[in-house]
């Protein structure tokens, strides 16, 4: 954990109830909870069990379950059984608002994590969301460096080849450490050049047909694995970085803390999920 002044532990069941903050009648959508060192495969459900909505949600909670039988007589998961938590969110948006999702970027999430702490917000709940950038962390003061978010790319990743000295580079341009746009920007370009040399041509067709796997080496790819463009809709299957936010540690730019590093191909849906296939021109 970071060294944040308000630290707020989140366990599975304020994790749970917070759902029912997006939607105070929202039904249930379920997600996966992987528990560290445990065999089952955890779902949640979070239905409104108690109120006026409680028949309708009990069926979707005898469906859910019909489908858990099914699924561990077929061998669960991965040879892993299935296990079902239920929650009651009563129809209730208080049993939520312990959990604040935010889901904003840019100049939106600086401002709304600026008026969490201005409302005295992160006294009565925790914050996190689905992504976080330096950028946006440098532009929040000590107070609104919190939660529990999400990075494309990071800069401090020890042991992980040519990172450093990436890191250094782009200090020595910006005066402050690379930022996963830096990245972004500077993978682009490496990967353009990589495929027009190996295919010795730049007709655009024939390099976006280059691409299909193609991975990146690790001088581009600045993170664990060998990430690759799936070829299914050419989506970088990149880390993806989980973590906690806090004031600067050492280092000006050392606010947030990675805890675990999530493969692009465990973070991402199938490619047949996205809605994007790739159409080749004749």
């Known amino acids: 954990m970071g060294s944040s002044q308000r630290s707020w532990p989140v366990d599975r069941r304020t994790l749970l109830k917070s759902t029912a903050a997006v939607a105070a009648v929202q039904f249930s959508s379920p997600f996966i909870i992987k528990a560290r060192g445990e065999t089952p495969v955890r779902i949640g459900m979070v239905d409104p069990l108690t109120g006026v909505y409680?028949?309708?949600?009990?069926?979707?909670?005898?469906?859910?379950?019909?489908?858990?039988?099914?699924?561990?007589?077929k061998g669960g998961i991965l040879g892993r059984p299935v296990e079902l938590l239920i929650e009651d969110s009563a129809n209730d948006v208080g049993t939520g608002p312990q959990v604040l999702i935010n889901v904003m970027g840019g100049g939106d999430q600086v401002s709304s994590l600026k008026q969490f702490v201005q409302f005295g917000l992160d006294k009565q709940m925790a914050v996190g969301g689905t992504l976080f950038e330096l950028e946006s962390i440098r532009a929040v003061p000590d107070g609104a460096r919190v939660g529990w978010w999400t990075m494309e790319w990071w800069w401090d990743q020890p042991g992980v080849p040519h990172v450093a000295e990436f890191n250094a580079s782009i200090k020595k341009i910006t005066g402050a450490a690379a930022t996963a746009r830096n990245w972004f920007g500077y993978a682009s370009i490496q990967t353009l050049a990589a495929i027009a040399n190996q295919e010795k041509t730049l007709d655009a067709p024939k390099l976006a047909h280059a691409l299909s796997g193609f991975k990146l080496p690790p001088e581009i790819a600045l993170q664990p694995g060998a990430p690759a463009f799936r070829a299914g809709d050419h989506e970088l299957m990149s880390t993806v970085f989980v973590g906690e936010a806090h004031p600067p540690q050492g280092d000006a730019d050392n606010m947030f803390t990675v805890k675990n590093p999530v493969p692009g191909e465990k973070a991402a849906g199938p490619a047949e999920a996205t809605g994007c296939k790739i159409q080749w021109p004749a």
Request: zero cysteines; charged letters at 25%.
């Open 54 to 73: 409680a028949a309708i949600a009990q069926s979707e909670v005898v469906g859910a379950k019909f489908a858990t039988e099914e699924i561990n007589k």
